[in-house]
């Protein structure tokens, strides 16, 4: 491949050991880039560097370089500005994350010579830690002032947008679909089924669970253990790594149900597809999800989560949406598609194949990258950033020093209110025994009260309470200065008073004493 004089490098976290739908939309761009006299060249993480499709590109012809990830913020800046001197680059695209501040310093160092864009392929996950998000801030407000940002949907640029990224610098670019290798099959339908030990007849729902927890496997093994509990004949092909594999272990035991298969990820992803009935994506957080663009190039039917992530999908045909997070919602929504009858799977099909080739292809999403690509590149290089790397870095590091700051207090504040709680609930408890114990007496007194009918019951009154009572109770009883005990004598002295009138007004006469003083009437 001929080596133009300028080019553009993309900067990848890219892990995985398959090529797929990533790399070859980085070959896409091959395109639109010598359309604009500038050539390709690639650095990946060294945890690909033995991967075989690395050398394939290398024996394309394209430039790789390894970086290696865990080096400290300074050395990857360094190694990355290397790599953009000798590869003469105009414009750095980082893929991922990892690499967004060192390209950023990088650039910096060219003095506006390099443009840098930042492909957001994720949203920010919200269980990420304090610190993460002090970076992110500092990141998106700092040093996003002289970046462009690629978001593979609107709900990704919004939220950058709230940490601080100049909107006007973003652009929405769909990923794009390699069509071909998502439709290729080597198997075919019946050969992988009979390898997994799935029955012809079984309906097929599969999910890709790379991350179990974000991509809602969870929702899946309650939703299609329901359905088997209730004699449907499904089976759920979940594909992941070993991190997929702990994560069901953990949620069913060493020994997996007849109605899943945990298998590996293939580079004949089409055999896949193929063997399935349903696509389902139950994920909680999402970018763009290769696999649902794969999925509805097959003509599958889609069953996904309503999350703003991929909510473009609801243009495509045959695209069923549940509540995210909700199981039973996940459960109607199967039911739902394997109700549908053949002629509108048949026709849902075409459309979902129609929408992939018009919308999703890599053809036409290297076209956006490149227009994209000729806007940066026509821009300025003046930007709104110190025009200094020191003044840079004093910047971002004033930035996260306040981040830090404004997270130790909060963290102050939470562990103030967690002691006051405490001290709260303390308080409820020590109120909650004597109140009880306070009760407990009142119930003593009533009960003996309503016990003592006979005049000197006092006495046995007192003797009932201290069979009842504690020790301790029992002596502040016998205490002349106890109120409960005075309570108790000035009770005894009312029914005695009652008791003395009640002797006047039954007199054994019959007559009030008072009338009988009177003289009788002749």
Not at 207 to 216: I, M, Q, T, V
Not at 489 to 506: F, G, K, P, Q
Request: charged fraction near 25%.
């Amino acid at each position: 491949m001929e080596r133009l004089r300028a080019s553009v490098i993309h900067v990848a976290a890219y892990g995985a050991a398959y090529p797929g739908t990533f790399v070859a939309s980085l070959r896409a761009l091959q395109r639109p880039c010598s359309g604009m006299g500038l050539s390709l060249a690639f650095a990946f993480s060294d945890c690909v560097a033995s991967h075989g499709w690395v050398a394939d590109l290398r024996r394309e012809g394209f430039p790789v370089h390894i970086l290696r990830a865990a080096e400290s913020l300074g050395a990857r800046t360094r190694a990355l500005a290397e790599i953009v001197a000798r590869e003469r680059a105009v414009l750095i695209h980082t893929h991922f994350g990892t690499y967004d501040v060192p390209a950023a310093l990088a650039a910096l160092r060219s003095r506006g010579r390099v443009a840098v864009v930042w492909h957001a392929h994720n949203a920010l996950s919200e269980r990420r830690p304090v610190l993460s998000v002090a970076k992110d801030l500092a990141k998106l407000s700092v040093l996003g002032r002289g970046a462009r940002l690629v978001a593979v949907s609107p709900a990704i640029i919004d939220e950058a947008a709230r940490h601080g990224f100049p909107r006007g610098r973003a652009w929405h670019v769909p990923n794009g679909i390699d069509l071909a290798h998502a439709t290729r099959t080597r198997l075919g339908r019946d050969e992988l089924r009979r390898q997994l030990g799935i029955a012809s007849s079984a309906s097929v729902v599969l999910a890709f669970g790379w991350d179990p927890e974000r991509k809602g496997i969870d929702l899946a093994l309650r939703a299609l253990g329901a359905m088997s509990a209730r004699g449907a004949a499904a089976v759920l092909v979940a594909v992941g790594t070993e991190r997929l594999r702990s994560f069901v272990h953990a949620a069913l035991g060493r020994a997996l149900p007849a109605w899943l298969r945990v298998v590996e990820p293939r580079e004949d992803v089409a055999d896949l597809f193929a063997a399935a009935d349903v696509f389902l994506s139950a994920s909680r957080e999402e970018g763009f999800s290769y696999a649902l663009g794969e999925a509805l190039a097959n003509g599958l039917p889609v069953v996904c989560s309503d999350i703003p992530g991929i909510r473009w999908a609801c243009r495509a045909p045959g695209v069923q949406l549940f509540t995210p997070g909700d199981a039973v919602s996940l459960v109607q929504a199967l039911i739902a598609v394997s109700r549908r009858s053949r002629a509108d799977r048949e026709a849902f099909a075409l459309g979902a194949r129609r929408f992939a080739a018009e919308q999703l292809s890599l053809a036409v999403w290297a076209d956006r990258m490149g227009s994209m690509y000729r806007a940066v590149l026509g821009e300025s290089a003046s930007v709104a950033i110190p025009r200094t790397e020191d003044k840079l870095e004093a910047m971002l590091l004033n930035e996260v020093q306040k981040l830090a700051r404004l997270h130790a207090a909060g963290q102050a504040k939470i562990a103030e209110l967690q002691s006051e709680i405490a001290e709260h609930r303390k308080q409820a408890q020590e109120q909650k025994a004597t109140m009880k114990r306070l009760l407990d007496e009142v119930s003593v007194i009533q009960a003996t009260l309503a016990s003592g009918s006979a005049p000197g019951h006092a006495a046995t009154r007192a003797e009932n309470v201290n069979h009842v009572v504690s020790p301790v109770q029992a002596r502040n009883i016998d205490s002349s200065h106890n109120p409960i005990v005075d309570e108790y004598d000035e009770v005894d002295r009312e029914e005695a008073r009652h008791d003395d009138r009640d002797r006047h007004l039954h007199h054994p006469s019959g007559i009030p004493p008072l009338v009988s003083r009177l003289p009788t009437q002749r």
